[in-house]
């Protein structure tokens, strides 16, 4: 039981929306699909193989079918249904496409390191069976889109009125420049290690564009991302005051929150820089000195070398 702990919080998620009077229908179906889609995609290839890194490519293809599912099923207005939809689809569907670059290369033949790494949280833990460990972390990232993820984008088209709010207009403004921002960093950085492949250079450390002000600005274009589409969604919950019950209200406030404390809980320790400096600082001598000059998360000026 301790292995599936992990579900309770978006088990009561999901119950959330299903007794509220406007999500019932799209959140039943787009709990199905992401049962499914985990079932085929991620957790039977982890049960095959023993590699969690399948749910870099389950968890974006579940954002993708859960602005799909609301494109198709909701019945707010339609230019902002089609909106954030659209946006849901973009967000998945560029992580989508670079897991599926990875897993052409054969990168995902071997368990990524930051998957690497919660083994020996398990370990520390008490964790002792593995599997089921890796299960339950998995299916938790589904149920995650089952339930919090799908808050901001159900919210936002469950919103009747025709009439554009400030906030959805600055919301998504954010969203866009974060968007912008996060395939920036990553483009430079792919840029990066191309060059110092093709002059020999190995274990070098990125500290180039946006890395010069932050160690993972991917993370934080991503987290800022889903930060703006919270924005987008105040005016849509304030509408449902008149819909849903004061305590489904208040829960789905609360839920929407959540989404930004575990996407940036996620992206920091779960499986961002956390584990991923773990590694950096044993591969590359002079991380540690880039670690001390460049903030790991929040962008702001180097501080000056030694």
Known sequence: MKYFTILIPFVAGLLLLLISRSFGTVASVNALGQIVLFALIVCLPLYRTNRMSYVDLGWPLG????????????????LRVLAISIVYMLIGGRMALMAINHLRRGELDEELPRYAYQRRRWKKSGKTNEMLAAQAEVIAQGAFNASFLAYPILIIASNPSA???????????????????????????????????RDGIRDAVCDVGLWRYSRHPNYFGQWMGWNGILIAAIPSWWALYQIESILVWIGLAVGAGLVSYFMYNTLVYYSGAVPSEYYSVQKRPAFADYQRRTSRFFPRRPAPAE
């Open 63 to 78: 954002i993708v079918l859960l602005g799909a599912t609301t494109l198709f099923l909701s019945n707010g207005q339609e």
């Open 163 to 197: 009439q554009i709010s400030l906030f959805e207009y600055v919301g998504l403004l954010v969203w866009l420049l974060s968007f912008i921002f996060e395939e920036t960093a990553d483009r430079q950085k792919r840029r990066f290690v191309a060059r110092q492949k």
